[in-house]
């Protein structure tokens, strides 16, 4: 089989032959096909050849001849598959021997498992000792380790005694020499030319001052110690007083020297001699004494150069300040300020050892010194009682001053700042500067807008009189109240007071950071405003109210009987027409003044809207109070303009019966010649009633808007409708006189339509059906109000206006026809 395996074969296996099987066949990469394979190669090729030839030898015959012939070889030729016999010889062989092989295997597999066992057994003694072994081995090991940590604690436990041991030997070593120079300094009062050498050898300066510092130490606390025992023991010895003022001497002498020794080095700029003197130094008080000596010596802090400060703020001493002025120059001094700062900063950190506690004395002396002393000249705060006059600047002034003081050091400290000043709390230092001013600030602001507004107002009476002077004697010629536009209101003066408060409300902003404050500064800044506009506008409508009074007594005035002599009832009615020209002159000056007003609290509302509101919502409640506030301020505004309103309509209806009565003749109603091709105008006195009230309404329709102007028109046509009815019933009707006022009522309609005010239109509209009853036959009066029960009582006072109201009993027939009426 191993032939066989190896690929050497003889070219034909007879089945005399016995096929041998190995074990080693199935080792390896074991593949039954290819045992197969090489097991029957060796016979099957020949058949394959065969079969083969035969195949190609009868590939020209067709299908009959192939048929037929295959017919006759199978069977006249040999069996098909002649090798059968040879390999199923071959087949049972190979079966035995396989089944002898696997019971070799078998036989084989069980030793192997017996020996494995027999060596697994082994294996887990050798294990268990081998264990038992280790965890010896690991208790050797922990106390091996537990033995190196006691000897390494026991070595650390000797090198600490000899660090020590080492360390005591120095301090005894440094002991003695202190004592030894304790004894110098002890000898006797004010006695330092017996000391050693090394407190006067300049070059062991630092040497001597450390030592000093130690004995000073030293002796100061024996001496406190001994000051204690002296309680109790009178007899106790006096200690070390002696070294203690010879060694307080020798350390302010020293002290001294070295100062001077940093002096004559920082004029010569000489910083390595600087820098050593201040390290030596600050063994003295932790350098304080150099610190504040350098400090000091600054020449920004001469009083040379503070002067030269206030000279270039305030300027001429004989001329106001400007706040502007007074910024640009706190600008460039504060600017000057932080660059020597700064310089003063590169080299403090090259001098000393604690650039920061110096840079904290320096910003401090700044801010406590250079600071100060300009903000007192520049900042006097003004009495409350007596303030400076308008002309001096008033209490705006300073105002202005102190905002431009606080933001410009503000910018000064945020400047210091950022160049270094250690652990100085300067935005504290710089709100102390100011404390005084902002504690009062909010009551000098209040006061300061009091100011402006009087000094306004008597500006501008100032104005109105010089203004009066001039016309005076025109408006006395006329006999009428001729106003000044100076007592008009001015939108232009409310802007003016909206422009103070806001630059009061930036001042508010800057002074008070925190919102809770700022609200209640804003809130107090705003009713100011409040009542300043208030005052002006009702004032301002007061005046013009005034004129409508005047035009009103000089209409009472020129009242005149009727028993008066033609020309005394001329000159009357000349004086009339002056005192209705003053009315509607007054009119005017009223509507211009309500216009104005109403544009005033428009003007005020908005900034309110746009500056205000957003300040006060940090608050509960506060927006809402100011709003209330604003409505209470304008409520005295509205009672004068509401007054005004109603005089304005007296004024008109006034004029309107002066107009009627003047101008409307008995004639326009009753003509004589009735039947006549009738008169479709309307009547003079009705042409001049409506130019009038077209031309002095005017105003009202430009000057009110909304409900006002509805409400002022709605009174008034009210009125007119009142005034006409009562009018008419002066008057008798004919027929042709009945168109007439027909005419005259349509004419009055139209005119009043223009004031969209449904209910007077529909007055109107009455008064014209009513103006049937002068037009129709006696016989259809009763069918003439069919369906308008409502105007039956006009219509009888009507009725009773014509011309045939007696003469065709109209009296009896319509007691008859309306008896419930």
């Known amino acids: 089989m191993k032939e066989i395996r190896d690929g050497v074969k003889s070219n034909k296996i007879s089945s005399s032959e016995p096929l041998v099987l190995d074990i080693e066949d199935f080792k390896g990469d074991f593949s039954f096909d290819a045992l197969f394979g090489n097991l029957v190669n060796e016979l099957l090729p020949a058949f394959q050849e065969e079969d083969a030839d035969s195949l190609e030898g009868n590939g020209n015959i067709n299908g009959n001849d192939a048929l037929s012939n295959g017919r006759s070889t199978q069977a006249q030729s040999s069996p098909l598959f002649p090798e059968v016999d040879s390999l199923l010889s071959m087949f049972k062989s190979s079966c035995s021997q396989l089944v002898e092989l696997q019971t070799q295997i078998d036989g084989k597999l069980y030793n192997l498992k017996k020996d494995a066992a027999a060596q697994d057994s082994k294996h887990r003694k050798t294990l268990g000792e081998l264990e038992k072994g280790v965890d010896g081995l690991f208790d050797s090991f922990a106390r091996l ?215 904290s004395i320096l910003v401090q002396r700044v801010m406590e010194d250079r600071v100060p002393k300009l903000l007192e000249k520049l900042l006097v705060k003004p009495s409350l009682v007596h303030p400076p006059p308008m002309g001096e600047g008033g209490l705006l002034l300073y105002l202005r001053m102190l905002a431009v003081s606080y933001e410009k050091t503000q910018e000064l400290a945020k400047d210091l700042r950022s160049v270094g000043c250690g652990d100085l709390d300067i935005e504290g230092l710089t709100e102390s500067l100011f404390i005084d001013h902002k504690d009062m600030y909010i009551e000098y602001e209040q006061a300061s807008l009091r100011q402006l507004y009087k000094a306004k107002m008597e500006e501008l009476l100032s104005e109105s009189q010089l203004s009066g002077e001039s016309t005076g004697s025109i408006g006395r010629s006329k006999g009428a109240s001729i106003s000044s536009s100076h007592q008009q209101i001015s939108v232009t003066v409310v802007t003016e007071f909206v422009r103070w408060n806001e630059e009061a409300i930036s001042r508010c902003t800057l002074f008070s950071p925190q919102p809770a404050s700022l609200a209640a500064n804003v809130k107090t800044v705003f009713t100011c405003l409040l009542d300043q506009v208030s005052q002006y506008t009702t004032e301002g409508l007061e005046r013009a109210r005034d004129g409508l009074t005047e035009a009103a007594a000089l209409r009472e005035r020129f009242v005149l009987g009727t028993s008066v002599s033609r020309r005394v009832a001329a000159a009357a009615a000349s004086a009339a027409e002056a005192a209705a020209a003053a009315g509607e002159s007054s009119f005017r000056s009223f509507m211009v003044s309500v216009q104005r007003c109403g544009s005033s609290v428009a003007i005020v509302q908005q900034y309110f809207a746009n500056s205000i509101s957003r300040l006060l919502l940090p608050v509960d409640g506060a927006h809402a109070a100011s709003c209330e506030e604003m409505g209470t301020a304008m409520s005295s505004a509205e009672g004068a303009a509401y007054k005004g309103l109603q005089q304005c309509i007296e004024t008109v209806m006034a004029e309107v019966e002066r107009l009627l009565s003047a101008e409307q003749k008995a004639t326009d109603y009753k003509s004589p010649d009735d039947g006549v091709v009738p008169d479709h105008r309307p009547t003079n006195a009705c042409i001049r009633v409506v130019a009038y009230l077209s031309r002095v309404l005017e105003a009202a329709f430009t000057a009110l808007e909304g409900l006002n102007k509805q409400a002022f028109l709605t009174e008034l046509g009210n009125r007119l409708h009142k005034g006409l009815s009562n009018h008419w019933q002066k008057y008798t009707f004919n027929p042709s006189g009945g168109l007439r006022l027909k005419r005259d009522i349509t004419e009055y309609g139209d005119f009043v339509r223009s004031f969209n005010a449904p209910t007077v239109d529909e007055k109107f509209e009455s008064l014209s059906i009513l103006a049937n009853v002068f037009i129709v036959a006696p016989e259809s009066l009763s069918s003439l109000f069919e369906g308008t029960p409502s105007i039956l009582k006009d219509a009888q006072r009507f009725i009773q206006l014509r011309e045939d109201y007696k003469s065709a009993k109209l009296a009896a027939k319509l007691s008859s026809l309306w008896p419930s009426s």
């Open 145 to 359: 380790d537990s033995r190196i940590s006691s000897v390494g604690q026991t070595a650390a436990k000797i090198g600490d005694h000899l660090q020590s041991a080492d360390s005591q030997r120095e301090t005894a070593s440094q002991t003695m020499e202190l004592i030894k120079y304790l004894m110098e300094f002890n000898s006797s009062p004010g006695d330092l030319m017996e000391l050693s050498p090394l407190f006067s050898d300049d070059s062991r300066v630092a040497e001597a001052a450390s030592i000093a510092h130690k004995l000073r130490s030293f002796a100061e606390e024996d001496v406190g110690r001994q000051g204690v025992t002296m309680q109790g023991n009178a007899t106790a010895s006096r200690g070390l007083e002696v070294a203690v003022g010879n060694l307080q001497e020798y350390c302010n002498e020293l002290e001294n020297r070295l100062l001077s020794r940093f002096d004559a080095a920082s004029q010569k700029r000489e910083l390595s001699t600087m820098a050593e003197c201040a390290k030596i130094l600050s063994q003295f008080s932790r350098g304080t004494s150099a610190m504040q000596h350098y400090v000091g010596l600054r020449p920004m802090f001469d009083v040379e150069v503070m002067n030269a400060d206030s000279r270039l703020v305030l300027g001429d001493q004989d001329s106001l300040p400007s706040p502007s002025n007074v910024a640009r120059a706190l600008s460039s001094l504060y600017k000057e300020i932080t660059d020597t700062v700064r310089k003063e900063a590169a080299t403090i950190m090259a001098v000393f050892p604690s650039p920061n506690d110096v840079m």
